[in-house]
C-alpha cells in the first residue's frame, strides 16, 4: 500500500487503493471508476469485471494482460492483479487505453480519463462540425479571443497539436500542421491532398534499463534542512523516468521496488539478471558544510561504456538543472564495481543539505526536469 494519493480527474480515491508492483502503479479498478461515478460488477462465471462509465464499457479479465474497451480488445504492458480479492489494474496502461494521462505531482498520483474523444471535424461552406463520443461540455474560453472555445474533459488519439488555416495571398492559403514528434507525409489525389503521420517511432525497443531508487526502507540516504529524504526523492525520479523510457519501448527494471531496503549485492545481482544493457542509480548528495553544491556523476574505472553513459547524464542534467559541474568521476561504488561489462553510472542530483538548491531540487517541476535529463541521456547513449 502506497502513501501518495491517488486523484482521478480531480476526485480524490479511497484510502489505499493505490499500490506498487515492481515500480509500477496500481490501483483498485472499482475504487478508481466509483471516483469516476461509474459502476463496476464482477461476474464470477467468466471471472472478469465489467465498468460502465458514462458512454465507456470497459471488461477487465482477473488475469493476463487483456482488456476490452468498447468493444476494442487491447493489451496491457502489465498484467493484472488479485490483492486480497480485489482486482487491480496498472494505472499506466489504463491511462494509455482511454488516451489519458498520468502523473506524478508533489505527493499526489493525478489519472486524467477524458470524458469525451474528438473524433473528426467536417468543413463546410458556411460551417464547421466537431465530431466526438461521449459527454463533451463545450464553452467558450475567453480572453482576447471570442471565438475560441473549450471541449471540457476532452481528448483525441492523433498526434497533432494545432491546425491553422488562414487566407494569403489572393487565391491562396496557408495551412500549418504541427505533429508532436512526427514527419508528416503529404500525397495529393484527384480529389484533395491526404495528411499523414506514421506512428511513433519506439527508439528504445529491445533495451533493457535498470533504474535504482537509492537507498530506502530504513537506510533514508541524505536528509534535507527541511527534513526531505533522499530515498523519496529518488523513488519520484525513478517513478517519473519510467514512463517515457516504457512509452520508447524499453523495459524498465525497478531495481528498489516501493520503498524496499535491498543490499548492495541484491541491487547488483537483480540488475545482473535482468540482463540489463544500462544501470543508473538515483541519489542526491550531503555535506557538513552546508553551501556545497552541485551535480557529478560517477563510473568504475576501466568502464568505457560507463564512462560514455557518466558523461551524457552530466551534460544533460547540467542542463537541465543549471547546477554547478561538479565532473564526471570514477568511484568504487559497489553498484558500480559489480558491474563492469555494462553502462553503469551513479548519478548524484544535487545537495539536500545546501537550502537553496534543497529548495531548487524538490519543487515538481525539477524532478520532472531531472527524469527528462536522465531520459535524453539514455536516447543519446543507444543512438
Request: hydrophobic share 45%; proline share 3%.
Amino acid at each position: 500500500m502506497s502513501r501518495t494519493m491517488l486523484m482521478v480527474n480531480g476526485q480524490v480515491v479511497e484510502q489505499g487503493a493505490l499500490m506498487y508492483f515492481a515500480g509500477t502503479p496500481y490501483a483498485q479498478l472499482r475504487l478508481v471508476f466509483q471516483a469516476l461515478g461509474g459502476t463496476v460488477t464482477w461476474q464470477n462465471a467468466e471471472a472478469q469485471a465489467v465498468v460502465t462509465w458514462r458512454n465507456n464499457l470497459l471488461i477487465v479479465p482477473a488475469t493476463g494482460r487483456h482488456i476490452t474497451l468498447n468493444g476494442q480488445q487491447r493489451t496491457f504492458a502489465e498484467a493484472h492483479r488479485i490483492i486480497e480479492g480485489r482486482l487491480c489494474v496498472s494505472l499506466e496502461d489504463l491511462a494509455r487505453a482511454f488516451l489519458g494521462s498520468l502523473r506524478m505531482e508533489g505527493e499526489a498520483l493525478y489519472l486524467f480519463l477524458p470524458v469525451g474523444l474528438l473524433t473528426g471535424i467536417s468543413i463546410g461552406s458556411e460551417s464547421l462540425v466537431l465530431h466526438w463520443t461521449g459527454q463533451v461540455k463545450a464553452s467558450p474560453l475567453g480572453g482576447d479571443d471570442p471565438s475560441a472555445l473549450s471541449l471540457q474533459g476532452t481528448s483525441w488519439g492523433m498526434p497533432l497539436r494545432r491546425v491553422i488555416i488562414e487566407q494569403a495571398l489572393e487565391g491562396h492559403l496557408i495551412v500549418r500542421l504541427e505533429a508532436e514528434g512526427r514527419e508528416l507525409d503529404f500525397n495529393t489525389g484527384e480529389q484533395g491532398l491526404r495528411v499523414s503521420w506514421p506512428g511513433r517511432p519506439q527508439k528504445l525497443r529491445g533495451f533493457i534499463i535498470a533504474l535504482d531508487a537509492g537507498h530506502g526502507g530504513k537506510q533514508p540516504g541524505a536528509v534535507g534542512v527541511s527534513g526531505v529524504l533522499e530515498k523519496d526523492l529518488a523513488r519520484q525520479v525513478v517513478d517519473l523516468l519510467r514512463v517515457p523510457l516504457r512509452a520508447a519501448g524499453a523495459e524498465v527494471v525497478d531495481i528498489r521496488q516501493g520503498d524496499e531496503h535491498v543490499s548492495l549485492n541484491d541491487r547488483v545481482n537483480r540488475s545482473r539478471m535482468s540482463r540489463a544493457s544500462i544501470f543508473i542509480s538515483v541519489h542526491y548528495n550531503a555535506h557538513e558544510r552546508r553551501t556545497a553544491n552541485g551535480t557529478e556523476t560517477f563510473h568504475a574505472a576501466g568502464n568505457v561504456l560507463g564512462a560514455r553513459l557518466a558523461a551524457l547524464v552530466q551534460e544533460e542534467l547540467l542542463g537541465a538543472l543549471q547546477l554547478r559541474d561538479r565532473g564526471v568521476k570514477v568511484a568504487a561504488f559497489h553498484v558500480l564495481r559489480g558491474q563492469p561489462s555494462i553502462a553503469a553510472v551513479l548519478a548524484e542530483i544535487g545537495f539536500l543539505t545546501n537550502p537553496e538548491e534543497e529548495e531548487f531540487l524538490i519543487r515538481p517541476a525539477t524532478l520532472q526536469k531531472t527524469a527528462e535529463a536522465l531520459y535524453r541521456a539514455i536516447v543519446r547513449y543507444f543512438s
